[in-house]
């Protein structure tokens, strides 16, 4: 509060006036709306509810903006764009580079809608949306915004700034956002909120948005250790993610099946584990992703997972892996690398010098999970090297060398000033880990067993499904039931630890529910409440919504690679993850599946306006009404609509 905003530009010949604080502006704006009989509250009305007209004043239906900003007015007028004239953000403020390429950017996303035609896809098929240049320009159209940011501070992290206000009224636009990142969020959402009426017309609804995300870290994580992704479609997803309002890409970059990260201490890593000697990311690549990333507001935080999830590359370096001996005494192969020579910490500590500061971040991904304990415990060197140091044999001594392991590894980052996230395991293993660590909680949410409405059992992540794991009667909250929600015991034991956490167990986008019964994905993913746990504190205290709210960071959506890579990684994550980002920036109380429908689907043909991949998000021709709400009997194939307004919807983005 307390800054000051600057009116934006628009065609007009009146005097202008000075610039008003933008809290004074926000006060009178909001006023002024809420005076009026026809408002709508947060959301607009219907598109069936109002007429459509062009000139200086009109209106348009619901709102279609993603993820849904956390406290806004609108009502059901516009102000139309200039049909002459380009449209243009412009600086004002503190002056930067990333901001001067950020209304670049966003005022060509503008402009390319005023030379195109497209609608929704909400209103019934073969809607037609021309451009209506016929109409000439008239006070009070809409040609740019000014973005005012008030501080030159652009250092992404956990405790950045990304809060925005946006005012549009008849006198003009403004944003102002404490920091760059803030002032691309509110070019975000008016771009979102350019609509074009059936005429061809583009107008922007009259709205005061004052808006911040819910939780400061909204990621994905990509796997390019199962698959190579080309960094063209890694760059291709950093403006998909921009358009959500998502802020960190957990970078999986290496894994057993493959090593593409090419080092310069140890080139024998990619030139033995890269599946060829062009699917490989270079110090240039890295660099080049990482800077797209930061001029979009986003941090990339590397992971090399270990000491388990290795061979390739590593395999080149003797003496690293642990050699594992079937009963018999022959070799079996390897396992994970091997805590018991000191070698390997030299070698990680080289690394970990190279590859985090090319990341140029505050954090690390240390990885972590599903180390397998056996291929120590059939090597004799290293179960002899457990028992010199008094930790007795099993797994319980297995444990203790990888709790070892860790400590080490959490030593070597610390000396180059380096906060760490790690998988759950641990914390699960009782690791006395930093407190600035941020636990990211990936078991109990991906796998289910339920049953459908037909009384059929649906499977997703497990072998098979006992009878009572195979319960609820239809709907979303019976057919798609996390299994068992342990993913809430990990998060509450971490909360009432102190640590912070990332949840990402319920948000394994590699996983599809597809082809039971036309039903749609992503409300699985949208239905789920981060902070749906229970947490004790030491003293025996039950923490309540504050603290349980704080000790969350962020969601985290997920898109392991078995069974993807560039040629369709883009279309199977998009535009799914919007309700995993919508999770993560609006309020709690947002929750609405209908209403997210009609969002998501706007979202999805916003994205492919944009030349961006992403796949539908209904089955086609399954039958809803305008608001959302899916129609009684509407399931694809029925010859005809079953009442009146239920129309075939949400399958396409009409051009």
């Given at each position: 509060?307390?800054?000051?905003?600057?009116?934006?530009?628009?065609?007009?010949?009146?005097?202008?006036?000075?610039?008003?604080?933008?809290?004074?502006?926000?006060?009178?704006?909001?006023?002024?709306?809420?005076?009026?009989?026809?408002?709508?509250?947060?959301?607009?009305?219907?598109?069936?509810?109002?007429?459509?007209?062009?000139?200086?004043?009109?209106?348009?239906?619901?709102?279609?903006?993603?993820?849904?900003?956390?406290?806004?007015?609108?009502?059901?007028?516009?102000?139309?764009?200039s049909p002459t004239s380009p449209f243009d953000f412009t600086a004002t403020g503190i002056a930067s580079t990333t901001l001067t390429a950020a209304v670049a950017r966003f005022s060509a996303l503008v402009n390319?809608?005023?030379?195109?035609?497209?609608?929704?896809?909400?209103?019934?098929?073969?809607?037609?949306?021309?451009?209506?240049?016929?109409?000439?320009?008239?006070?009070?159209?809409?040609?740019?915004?000014?973005?005012?940011?008030?501080?030159?501070?652009?250092?992404?992290?956990?405790?950045?700034?990304?809060?925005?206000?946006?005012?549009?009224?008849?006198?003009?636009?403004?944003?102002?956002?404490?920091?760059?990142?803030?002032?691309?969020?509110?070019?975000?959402?008016?771009?979102?909120?350019?609509?074009?009426?059936?005429?061809?017309?583009?107008?922007?609804?009259?709205?005061?948005?004052?808006?911040?995300?819910?939780?400061?870290?909204?990621?994905?994580?990509?796997?390019?250790?199962?698959?190579?992704?080309?960094?063209?479609?890694?760059?291709?997803?950093?403006?998909?993610?921009?358009?959500?309002?998502?802020?960190?890409?957990?970078?999986?970059?290496?894994?057993?099946?493959?090593?593409?990260?090419?080092?310069?201490?140890?080139?024998?890593?990619?030139?033995?584990?890269?599946?060829?000697?062009?699917?490989?990311?270079?110090?240039?690549?890295?660099?080049?992703?990482?800077?797209?990333?930061?001029?979009?507001?986003?941090?990339?935080?590397?992971?090399?997972?270990?000491?388990?999830?290795?061979?390739?590359?590593?395999?080149?370096?003797?003496?690293?892996?642990?050699?594992?001996?079937?009963?018999?005494?022959?070799?079996?192969?390897?396992?994970?690398?091997?805590?018991?020579?000191?070698?390997?910490?030299?070698?990680?500590?080289?690394?970990?010098?190279?590859?985090?500061?090319?990341?140029?971040?505050?954090?690390?991904?240390?990885?972590?999970?599903?180390?397998?304990?056996?291929?120590?415990?059939?090597?004799?060197?290293?179960?002899?090297?457990?028992?010199?140091?008094?930790?007795?044999?099993?797994?319980?001594?297995?444990?203790?060398?990888?709790?070892?392991?860790?400590?080490?590894?959490?030593?070597?980052?610390?000396?180059?000033?380096?906060?760490?996230?790690?998988?759950?395991?641990?914390?699960?293993?009782?690791?006395?880990?930093?407190?600035?660590?941020?636990?990211?909680?990936?078991?109990?949410?991906?796998?289910?067993?339920?049953?459908?409405?037909?009384?059929?059992?649906?499977?997703?992540?497990?072998?098979?499904?006992?009878?009572?794991?195979?319960?609820?009667?239809?709907?979303?909250?019976?057919?798609?039931?996390?299994?068992?929600?342990?993913?809430?015991?990990?998060?509450?034991?971490?909360?009432?630890?102190?640590?912070?956490?990332?949840?990402?167990?319920?948000?394994?986008?590699?996983?599809?529910?597809?082809?039971?019964?036309?039903?749609?994905?992503?409300?699985?993913?949208?239905?789920?409440?981060?902070?749906?746990?229970?947490?004790?504190?030491?003293?025996?205290?039950?923490?309540?919504?504050?603290?349980?709210?704080?000790?969350?960071?962020?969601?985290?959506?997920?898109?392991?690679?078995?069974?993807?890579?560039?040629?369709?990684?883009?279309?199977?994550?998009?535009?799914?993850?919007?309700?995993?980002?919508?999770?993560?920036?609006?309020?709690?109380?947002?929750?609405?599946?209908?209403?997210?429908?009609?969002?998501?689907?706007?979202?999805?043909?916003?994205?492919?306006?944009?030349?961006?991949?992403?796949?539908?998000?209904?089955?086609?021709?399954?039958?809803?009404?305008?608001?959302?709400?899916?129609?009684?009997?509407?399931?694809?194939?029925?010859?005809?609509p079953p009442h009146p307004g239920c129309l075939p919807r949400f399958s396409a983005c009409l051009a």
């Open positions: 509060g307390g800054v000051t905003g600057v009116s934006c530009r628009r065609r007009s010949m009146v005097t202008r006036v000075a610039p008003l604080p933008t809290t004074v502006l926000g006060v009178a704006f909001l006023v002024a709306l809420l005076s009026r009989p026809h408002i709508a509250g947060a959301h607009l009305q219907s598109r069936a509810e109002h007429p459509h007209h062009d000139g200086a004043v009109g209106s348009i239906g619901a709102v279609e903006v993603v993820p849904l900003p956390s406290n806004f007015t609108m009502s059901g007028e516009t102000v139309p764009l390319g809608r005023m030379g195109t035609t497209h609608t929704h896809g909400n209103d019934a098929r073969g809607q037609d949306a021309r451009r209506g240049r016929g109409r000439e320009a008239v006070v009070g159209d809409l040609a740019g915004c000014r973005v005012n940011v008030t501080t030159a501070n652009e250092k992404l992290g956990l405790t950045t700034d990304e809060g925005y206000t946006l005012t549009v009224d008849a006198a003009g636009c403004t944003i102002t956002a404490t920091t760059v990142y803030g002032a691309m969020y509110g070019m975000e959402t008016l771009v979102q909120l350019v609509t074009r009426l059936p005429s061809g017309s583009l107008v922007v609804p009259i709205s005061a948005v004052y808006d911040s995300p819910r939780f400061p870290m909204r990621a994905t994580m990509i796997d390019t250790g199962r698959h190579y992704y080309d960094v063209a479609t890694i760059l291709e997803h950093l403006d998909s993610m921009a358009a959500a309002k998502m802020n960190v890409l957990h970078w999986h970059i290496v894994d057993s099946q493959s090593f593409p990260y090419v080092s310069t201490a140890f080139p024998q890593l990619s030139e033995h584990g890269a599946f060829g000697p062009s699917l490989v990311y270079t110090a240039d690549d890295i660099r080049q992703v990482v800077a797209a990333a930061r001029a979009r507001g986003i941090r990339v935080i590397p992971e090399v997972d270990t000491p388990g999830h290795v061979w390739a590359g590593f395999a080149a370096i003797d003496g690293l892996l642990t050699t594992c001996y079937n009963p018999d005494g022959t070799v079996a192969g390897t396992g994970p690398l091997n805590p018991t020579m000191e070698g390997t910490y030299t070698f990680l500590k080289t690394l970990l010098a190279e590859i985090v500061p090319l990341f140029g971040e505050d954090m690390f991904m240390v990885g972590g999970d599903e180390v397998d304990y056996s291929c120590w415990l059939s090597n004799p060197e290293v179960v002899q090297w457990v028992a010199n140091k008094g930790w007795g044999s099993g797994s319980a001594a297995m444990q203790k060398l990888e709790s070892l392991y860790a400590q080490r590894l959490l030593e070597i980052l610390a000396d180059i000033n380096t906060p760490v996230m790690c998988w759950e395991e641990l914390f699960d293993n009782g690791l006395d880990l930093p407190t600035s660590t941020v636990v990211n909680v990936w078991r109990g949410g991906w796998e289910y067993c339920a049953k459908t409405t037909s009384g059929s059992t649906v499977v997703r992540g497990k072998t098979a499904c006992s009878p009572a794991e195979s319960t609820g009667g239809g709907g979303w909250f019976g057919r798609m039931r996390v299994r068992d929600g342990s993913w809430t015991h990990t998060m509450g034991r971490a909360a009432a630890a102190g640590y912070r956490t990332v949840l990402s167990s319920p948000f394994y986008l590699n996983v599809q529910n597809y082809g039971s019964n036309f039903d749609e994905d992503w409300p699985y993913l949208y239905a789920i409440e981060p902070t749906a746990f229970n947490a004790t504190s030491g003293d025996g205290r039950a923490l309540d919504a504050a603290a349980k709210e704080a000790s969350v960071t962020g969601v985290e959506a997920c898109m392991w690679s078995e069974w993807v890579d560039s040629g369709n990684f883009a279309s199977r994550l998009w535009p799914r993850a919007a309700a995993v980002a919508e999770r993560g920036w609006s309020t709690k109380e947002t929750t609405s599946i209908d209403d997210f429908r009609r969002r998501i689907h706007a979202f999805r043909c916003e994205l492919q306006r944009r030349g961006l991949r992403a796949e539908p998000v209904v089955a086609g021709g399954t039958f809803f009404y305008a608001n959302g709400t899916a129609c009684v009997g509407g399931t694809p194939n029925v010859l005809g």
